[in-house]
């Protein structure tokens, strides 16, 4: 148990840090990209939200990977090829949790943390992204929600 615990903080700091200088990243990308195109009118906007939504799809994507690289490099928490661990990581991120592939009787604590890491930082996203929408996309305070 102990073991699932620390190395689940370890993976949960660095999914952490990777989110944090990912929107960073992906907010200055959006500035960058929508000064260059330098479009009128709502197509702007619309770039603006293409190019946030893309940038945090893969922020969460370089996440998961680094989840099920981790169980891969571990081995014995999930059986099967590196498409069957990211498979399952990407399940278990997204709190989808099919069942028709579960991680090892040990290790089960830790792809619980994963469920919860990846339930807030896809929470975190989606606030990320309803404030992008509203702050340089196409909707305004009010008018939408």
């Known amino acids: 148990m102990i073991a699932n615990l620390v190395v689940g903080t370890i993976i949960i700091a660095i999914t952490v840090v990777i989110h944090t200088f990912g929107l960073m990243a992906v907010t200055r990308g959006m500035g960058l ?57 990407t399940a278990t991120f997204a709190t989808v949790g099919y069942g028709d592939i579960v991680a090892s009787g040990e290790w089960r604590l830790l792809t619980a943390l994963e469920g919860l890491s990846g339930f807030l930082l896809i929470g975190w996203s989606t606030a990320y992204l309803v404030a992008a929408g509203i702050r340089v996309g196409p909707f305004r305070a009010g008018e939408h929600f």
């Open 33 to 89: 990209l929508t000064d260059r195109l330098r479009l009128q009118g709502r197509r702007s906007h619309i770039v603006a939200m293409l190019a946030a939504v893309i940038g945090v799809f893969a922020v969460l994507t370089i996440e998961v990977w680094l989840w099920a690289s981790c169980y891969y490099a571990m081995g014995g928490v999930v059986v099967g090829d590196f498409e069957t661990t990211l498979y399952f990581s």
